[in-house]
Structure formats: structure tokens, C-alpha cells
């Protein structure tokens, strides 16, 4: 599936929206900054599902994506982006740190944290984004490697990767071998990552392995309106007392996250063509949410808009 958006075929006052909602759809979260919001602003962003990961290209006039602490808190599920500039020299700014990224290098970003990034004219950058369960590895070992991976021998392959991924980007996600290619993409970010970390991950192995499995069991239960933290401790032979340690130890809370997944799951489907027609209510009763009151307030403050406006910008925004 692809997702494209192009200001060139938007009228000139209603591209600052247009972006705006793209990021939102593309991305995390974040104030969308223009250098230059008077002028001519201009983007073409498309994001390209790949396997459990996607490809997400974007080139635009000068940016900046600035994502508070206070976005961060509302998000509950933890991406990874590597990123490739393309054009123009861009500069990141994360856990009090800061790096200038001029074309052609790498530099990744812990998506569901605060951050600071921008280029100043017309910049381009291709990135793969991968949901942090996918990697399999402890969070603190992903942030810990983020600003060392141009360290690890592995950082030139990676890069040229990434940068052929974003290249062929439509070519590779319709491919019929897709998903090999995105298995294969997620293996090489994690030998990266721990190459880069240079960290003993033995020492946390179980936990982060019990980690993955409550994750994977509560993205396939989503739908399950009584999915609780009890339920998946009892399902997974540990005490609650126990499953909150280890969320705990990963900075995450499982009931936000859950309503997370769930708010994520219900914007996806609004921007489904073949759904346009299905109540809002039922899309939302069918991931979970028993109140219509409680799944809209929820929604507006994760997105900043109600269900039914986010349902006809995406609408706007494919037209």
C-alpha cells in the first residue's frame, strides 16, 4: 500500500494543512514548521508499507519537525526511523544531542521520543521505520546507539541500503518478494544497532524476550475489548506484578499503550477508500472501544483533531 502526497497539485493557502496532516499520517506526531510559510512551500512525501516496517521518502522546502515531550508522552509505541539524506544538510537534536547529517549519511531517530530536526531550502530524505518490537532488542540499547552508528563497519552497507530502499521505493513494496526484502532490511538495522551499542545484550535477553511476546500477543488481541493487564500476565505465566517491572524497565505503560495500538489501529482504517462508509462508531467498537465518548476524546488528544475530521482530511488529502 502507498501513500502519497504532492503540494503541487494543492493550492498554495491550503499546503501548511496539507503537510501538516501527510507528517501526521506518515509519521509521528510533531509541529510542522515552515522556513518559510509565506513563500513557496512545496512537499512530496510518499510512505510505502514494507513487511512490518515501511519506506517513508520526503522532499520539501525548508522544514523543521519539532516533537515536544509532551507529543512523546501521548504516544505509547516506539519506532525506529533510519534515515538517508538526500538533500540539503540536516540537523537533529535528541536526549541533548546533536548531530548535523549532510547528504548522503545516515542518522537514526527514537520516533516515539522528543526530538528536534529540520533542513534549511530544498532538502530530501529517505528513511526506513520500523516498530521497535520488530528490532527485538532493549530500547535503551536502541537510544544508547543512535548517535554512534557511523562507529560500526556495518554503517556504509546500511546507508547504501536505506538509500536504495528509498530510491526504488514503490518498485520494492509491490514486489512480490516485499516481504523478504523487509525481513532482511530489519536484520540489517538490528546488526547496526548492536554493532554501533557495543552493548553485553545478553545480560537482559529474557526480559526483552518476554517483552516482544507480550507485544506481539497484545497487537493480536487488540480487538478483544477485555483485553487486560491481567489477562496477558495470566497468558503468559507471570505475575502482574511481574509484567509491570518489565514494561517498567522499558519505559512503557501497558494500559497507554494498548489504547496506543488501538488509536493507531482505528486512524489507519479511517484512511481506508473501501471504509469511507462504516460508522465511525463501529470501526471503533471493532478495536476495542466499548464508549464512543471515551474513543473520540482519546483520539482528539493523541491527534489533535476528532476522528471525523481526520477522516476527511486523509480524504482531502488522497484527492
Known sequence: MGYVLDTSDIPAPDRVEAVHTAM???????????????????????????????????????????????????????????????????????????????PG?????????????????DGAAGCLQIPYDQLGL????????????????????????????????????TDAASATVAA??????????????????????RAETLLTRVRAFVRMRLADPDLTPAAIATAHGISLRQLYKVCAEANLSIEQWIISERLHRVR???????????????????????????????FKARYGMTPSQWRRASAAARA
Open 184 to 205: 532482511a532490511s530489519i536484520d540489517l538495522a538490528r546488526a547496526l544497532l548492536v554493532s554501533a551499542a557495543r552493548s553485553g545484550r545478553h545480560r537482559q535477553v
Open 138 to 173: 532493549p530500547l535503551d540499547l536502541v537510544r544508547r546507539a543512535a548517535f554512534e552508528v557511523a562507529a560500526s563497519p556495518l554503517y556504509p552497507m546500511v546507508t547504501a541500503h536505506i538509500a536504495q530502499l528509498s530510491r526504488r521505493a514503490a518498485g520494492i513494496a
Open 24 to 102: 501526521m499520517h506518515a509519521s509521528a506526531p510533531c509541529h510542522v514548521l515552515h522556513e518559510n510559510p509565506d513563500g513557496g512551500i512545496h512537499a512530496r512525501m510518499e510512505v510505502w508499507d514494507l513487511g512490518n516496517a515501511n519506506i517513508f521518502t520526503h522532499r520539501s522546502s525548508g522544514i523543521r519537525l519539532l516533537r515536544t515531550a509532551k507529543l512523546a508522552r501521548q504516544d505509547g509505541m516506539p519506532v525506529i526511523a533510519l534515515s538517508v539524506q538526500q538533500r540539503a544538510d540536516g540537523r537533529i537534536e535528541q536526549r541533548a544531542r546533536q548531530r548535523v547529517v549532510p
Open 268 to 298: 489507519h482504517e479511517l484512511t481506508q477508500p473501501d471504509r469511507q462508509h462504516v460508522p465511525i462508531g463501529v470501526i471503533a467498537l471493532r478495536w476495542g472501544f466499548r464508549d464512543p465518548t471515551h474513543f473520540t476524546r482519546r
Open 105 to 121: 549519511e545516515l542518522l537514526v531517530v527514537d520516533l516515539s521520543g522528543a526530538y528536534d530536526f529540520s533542513w534549511s531550502g
